[in-house]
């Protein structure tokens, strides 16, 4: 089984839909935790960030952490043709090391 | 803003071959970072380091080797390529402390034919 659970899609909505990408996983020493996108192309870049369970909202970003369940969330609220990438979840203890899931493959068509 | 750079962008090989893929940072970071990503199976950690003279095996660390001779560049060199090792290569970057998340290259796409 691996640490990081995430559905690889691909996923396709209209522009203006709400989005939900979730991942799971099984390391309760994971502390904090991170959303990466990646363009086509390109790098992964740092999204959202968070270390503790709740809500942290970043304009039309929302990414929810629920320690308890093992599970997060990055939601996006009106999405757009420019938010079509690959989504990347990832966490991390105290060694420092980045555990990635698989990502997930978003497409909003306009 | 330079960030962290990648060279080449793009490269093919041939099976046998050797090359060193150059990783470089301007961010002053303690911890660098090498991975590859494959369809399928994400990103996984080949070597890192966490600071100058320093290197660590990762997840995938087989037919690699790194070098991190200066604070600011990392290297990773393949000495007899392979077709597996067709990939996307990433270099990343850290503070270090465990709270500060990593910051990516733009990748070299690797093709060993």
């Known amino acids: 089984q691996k640490e990081v659970e995430q559905d690889p899609g691909p996923l396709s909505v209209p522009e203006g839909a709400i989005v939900s990408l979730n991942c799971t996983y099984s390391?309760?020493?994971?502390?904090?935790f991170m959303w990466y996108r990646q363009y086509s192309r390109k790098g992964p870049e740092l999204l959202m960030y968070t270390y503790s369970s709740g809500n942290k909202e970043d304009g039309r970003f929302t990414a929810q952490v629920d320690k308890s369940s093992k599970y997060i969330s990055l939601f996006i609220r009106d999405s757009q043709p420019s938010d079509s990438a690959t989504y990347l979840c990832?966490?991390?203890?105290?060694?420092?090391?980045?555990?990635f899931g698989q990502g997930t493959t978003l497409q909003v068509k306009p | 803003n330079a960030g962290v750079t990648q060279t080449p962008k793009f490269r093919v090989l041939k099976t046998g071959q050797s090359m060193t893929l150059l990783c470089a940072q301007d961010?002053?970071?303690?911890?660098m970072y090498w991975y590859r990503q494959d369809p399928g199976l994400g990103l996984r950690l080949i070597h890192y380091s966490v600071g100058e003279g320093t290197t660590a095996k990762g997840e995938v660390p087989d037919g690699y080797n790194v070098s991190r001779l200066k604070k600011q560049n990392f290297l990773l060199g393949l000495e007899s390529a392979a077709p597996s090792q067709t990939s996307v290569y990433f270099c990343?970057?850290?503070?270090?402390?465990?709270?500060?998340?990593?910051?990516f290259g733009d990748g070299t796409r690797l093709s060993i034919l």
């Open positions: 990832a966490m991390k203890g105290n060694t420092g090391k980045l555990i």
């Open positions: 961010m002053n970071h303690e911890y």
């Open positions: 390391n309760s020493a994971f502390q904090y």
């Open positions: 990343a970057s850290s503070t270090g402390y465990s709270n500060q998340p990593q910051h």
